[in-house]
């Protein structure tokens, strides 16, 4: 039943947001500042707590020292989910795992199904009335409300999983005529609309990342058994991690996530001390020491949902634009999927600065983690014989006609 694949899917509750007093959104005039100003607070001396009682609590996001790059890629997939996923690149114990849990307190509200189906009035439009179960039908018809706003939910894949529990599959079980309630959801199924965690990403197996990485793509996919099929909507933030040491990810598979950051040990020896004390103050007393950022903690998650309000009406102006692809083409970069991530990720550096247009600055903080590792040399390589087969069908083309035309000569001369 579906209880077993719900059990086998880790989501982690999130602390209780306090409401905010002293500090307030308004302090800070961006995102960006806040997190900036974060970096550098200091923490006051914590009594032991009972250990046990915070094992639920992540570490707070804005509590991270340093690792500037990785908390902003994360924050601006959380403004702008169509960045098409970001994959983290690093060694064990430079807090990839941590960053992702710690996100929990900063995501903002979406609205879900109420269905254990995960019936959602787009099916409907899309599928018809048909596409979702009876009982969904029947509300849909007298005009209730399928859905309820519900928090961004972080779910992590489990590193054993298999395609089915990925996908999703016939539930064999049930005697119910109605495709949708036949079939098992998947855990893609259930990342619609919510963060999609993949630790490790490069471990697992290349039919399941491309499974994974196609519904990312569409934000749908269908399940297909026989004559079974239920199609889901599956529009959620990919995030992985790999530790390259550990083996390599395919180039094309590389390739399809919107950014690459690289996260490296902390550098500054003041940083990595500063590091040990927030960890330390944790581990002594959770629950104290994220109180002491829930104002900040507040503010961003309210600037984050106001950000996610604004990204629709920012643009970026041609002049802008136009240089940028340039650029691209000048780094030699054949996908398209650069330009469409830098862009996309700076329209979410706008947002979350309160602005509505793209300037040549935002382009500039993203270019790095948008536009490295997009060079392929398999690509390149395959280009360049591409092209040299085609010039030597062009060669062997000339020669063709010229034999023919010499014929003809030689024929109208008889
Ligand atoms: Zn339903």
Redesign the pocket.
Known sequence: MTNSTVDSEKTVTQPQAPESEGATSDTFRSLRELVDFVSGKSLINLTQEDSGLAESLPFPFLAIVGQREMKLALLLGLVNPNIGGILLIGPRGTAKTTAVRSLLDLLPQVER???????LPEEVEFGGISA??????K?YAAGES?TSPDRVRLIELPLNSQLEDVIGGINERTSVPHD??RVRRGVLARADRNLLYIDEVNMLADNIVDAILDASAQGRYTVRRGPISATYRARFLLIGSMNPEEGRLRPQILDRFGLRVIVKGLKLQNERLDAYRRVKSYQTNPRQMIAQFANEIHAASKEIQAARQRLHTVTIPDVVAMPAIKLVQKMGIESLRAEITWFETARAYAAADGRTKVNTKDLKVVAPMSLRLRRSSFITDYINKQQDEESELNSLLISLGKKKSKKKQSNTRK
């Open positions: 199904s109420n269905c254990h189906y995960g019936c979702i179960c009876p009982d969904c039908a509300k399928l949708r309630m």
